[in-house]
């Protein structure tokens, strides 16, 4: 079967800079790289030092839930980092996976930003343990087993206890995990309404969204069918909110860690350098 030819009156030519070069992700591969190791030396710390700050360890309890999701979630961001950073290096471009993988590391940060927002230990400790109980129900809500086989019922009533063992003047209600990954748009790549068109692309995206989806492609004058590119304004921008997130996340995990201050002046520098070495092509620095 041959396929039409469309014509360029039907689709005018894209930009011969729209999409991004596998040299332009190479490059890119390499600068996350960068992030990556700057960040782990903070890991390493927090691995070597006892929480003392908001996340403090409460020796009466058995689990102090604020240090364990905060270190957990900079984990899997960290993770999701080298994933993306290992795909840049694959050949082909892949904009759609990347930016799933965007959009995870900006929820994974989100979650324990409201967490490390809190004023005091106690609060910590209960907005750590109300964020269980709130995906635990999030998950009954859209018919989710659990892998362990365990109720999800059962699992609702043991979390909804262990929150209520901390006992704070006023409840609160965990945002919506929209809510919490806007304002850490917010706080890290644009204080406006940006963030919100920021994070409809990447969940749009991550969702398979055509209107969204769209943006990743392009269809080529003698070819009717759709190649999925990473175009290069793309690349950059989420290079710019990669490493937006993971900077103030990290410097506010320092913090709340009680790691000494030298610890979170040494990376601060360092991302600072890290972003001014964004490569020029790619948009100059990160910051």
Sequence with gaps: MRLPNLGAEMIGPMPEEYASTEADRIDAADWLHEVVSATRNVQEAMQIT??????????SRDVNDAARL??????????????????????????????????????????AWWVMGAMTSIRAEYRA????????HAAKDRGILLLSGESIDVAISRATRDR????????????????????????????????????????????????YTASLTEQ????????????????????????????????????VWGLPETIG???????????????????????
């Design 70 to 111: 905060v270190s957990l979630h900079m984990a899997i961001a960290i993770d999701h980092l080298v994933s993306f950073a290992g795909l840049l290096r694959v050949p082909g471009s892949h904009g759609p996976s990347l930016a799933t993988i965007n959009r995870t590391v900006v929820e994974t940060w989100a979650r």
């Design 164 to 211: 209520d063992r901390i006992h704070v003047r006023t409840p609160e209600t965990v945002p919506r995990p929209t809510a919490l990954a806007i304002e850490m748009l917010q706080a890290a790549v644009s204080p406006g309404p940006e963030a919100a068109a920021i994070y409809s692309h990447l969940s749009g995206v991550a969702h398979g969204e055509s209107v």
């Design 129 to 136: 343990r109300a964020m269980v109980v709130r995906e635990l």
């Design 265 to 287: 002046d040494e990376y601060l520098q360092s991302m600072t350098e890290i972003g001014n070495r964004l490569p020029a092509h790619l948009g100059g620095s990160a910051e």
């Design 220 to 255: 080529p004058i003698a070819y009717p069918v759709p190649q999925v590119v990473l175009p290069a304004d793309n690349l950059k921008k989420y290079l710019t909110q990669l490493f937006g997130v993971t900077m103030i996340g990290t410097v506010k995990l320092t913090s």
């Design 50 to 59: 006892l929480p003392a700050g908001i996340v403090t360890l409460d020796t």
